[in-house]
């Protein structure tokens, strides 16, 4: 069973950045695309970003041009660069893949962009 493990989250100025990580137990290369994630309260959980295992990315208009997506496959390692950060970013961002015909879920780990 594939499990996923986000860190890198905490309260961050508006305007600011955080790094989220995402680690899996299994190779990513084998699973392919990953993607992050974000449920704010009160509302449904909605894709963020999504890089396939050749390293194509795309994005939720909402974050296009401030945040970037990676992976480092030899690490089984996601990442979520977060730039510009705005109030309406603030949400639990959870790591996630479909594999074997099953979706995949981290824990989420919870961003707060807050003066």
Do not use: H
Request: net charge positive.
């Amino acid at each position: 069973q594939v499990q996923f493990v986000e860190s890198g989250g905490g309260l961050v100025q508006p305007g600011g950045s955080l790094r989220l990580s995402c680690a899996a137990s299994e190779s990513i290369l084998s699973i392919g695309t990953m993607a992050w994630y974000r449920q704010a309260p009160g509302k449904q959980r909605v894709l963020v970003a999504r890089i396939t295992s050749g390293g194509s990315t795309n994005y939720a208009d909402s974050v296009k041009g401030r945040f970037t997506i990676s992976r480092d496959n030899a690490k089984n390692m996601v990442y979520l660069q977060m730039n510009s950060l705005k109030p309406e970013d603030t949400a639990v961002y959870y790591c996630n893949a479909y594999f074997t015909g099953l979706g995949y879920w981290g824990q989420g780990t919870q961003v707060t962009v807050s003066s």
